[in-house]
């Protein structure tokens, strides 16, 4: 049962333009989302992140959406740039019944920007 | 600054031995996390801690085994490795809980194969 969904593997976008990653999630009691970053060989790193009250946040060139009723976030990332080529997780949190909080990732999408 | 470090970054395991992977943070994070993460698929939680002495389970925790005996140590013990633990293995550790906005900070992973 994907809690966390990101449905599209792999997405090509052309430098300069503008690159959409999706994400959509079903557990209703997620109250925060995170996006990171992976490059090959790598740990993930940080990215961005969007609290459930809010509907957008923004970080230079990366903004994070959220929609709530529809259970969908997107990152945007203007302009692209060939060194955002990477594999981006989608991670959302939600407080377990023990107390503590729980993170859920999805299975990423690999961005590869063309120079 | 060195961050989240893990050793070894490779290990090839016979089926049945046993292996321990080392991962030591400088942050003073109270929180340390071991994930796997299996080819095209997400980050699966196996163990956490939450403090020196204090460790528990995640998604997958079988045929692992933790301790933390120090703020900065938090090692994955494999027993009787198996064809199934093959993956790459990422330690991470945060401020405050996997919640909120608490960002986890990674190691570079260890990539393990059992064959």
């Known amino acids: 049962d994907q809690q966390v969904k990101q449905n599209s593997p792999s997405l090509s976008v052309q430098e300069g333009r503008i690159s959409i990653l999706n994400c959509d999630y079903t557990n209703s009691m997620f109250d925060y989302f995170l996006w990171y970053k992976k490059y090959p060989a790598e740990g993930p790193t940080f990215l961005i992140s969007i609290s459930s009250i809010k509907d957008k946040n923004e970080d230079g060139r990366f903004t994070v959406f959220l929609n709530k009723s529809a259970k969908h976030l997107s990152l945007h990332i203007v302009p692209s740039q060939p060194g955002d080529s990477a594999v981006y997780f989608c991670?959302?949190?939600?407080?377990?019944?023990?107390?503590?909080?729980?993170?859920?990732f999805g299975k990423g999408t690999k961005l590869s920007v063309i120079p | 600054n060195a961050g989240v470090t893990q050793t070894p970054k490779f290990r090839i395991l016979k089926i049945g031995q046993s292996m321990t992977l080392q991962c030591a943070q400088d942050m003073n994070h109270n929180y340390m996390y071991w994930y796997r993460q299996d080819p095209g698929m997400g980050l699966k939680l196996i163990y956490y801690?939450?403090?020196?002495?204090?460790?528990d389970k995640g998604e997958v925790p079988n045929g692992y085994n933790v301790s933390r005996s120090t703020t900065e140590d938090f090692p994955l013990r494999l027993e009787l490795a198996a064809p199934s633990q093959t993956s790459v293995y990422f330690c991470?550790?945060?401020?405050?809980?996997?919640?909120?906005?608490?960002?986890?900070?990674f190691g570079n992973g260890t990539r393990l194969t059992v064959t």
């Open positions: 991470a550790s945060s401020m405050l809980g996997q919640g909120g906005n608490s960002p986890l900070h």
């Open positions: 991670a959302a949190s939600a407080r377990s019944g023990a107390g503590s909080y729980q993170l859920t």
């Open positions: 801690s939450v403090g020196a002495g204090i460790t």
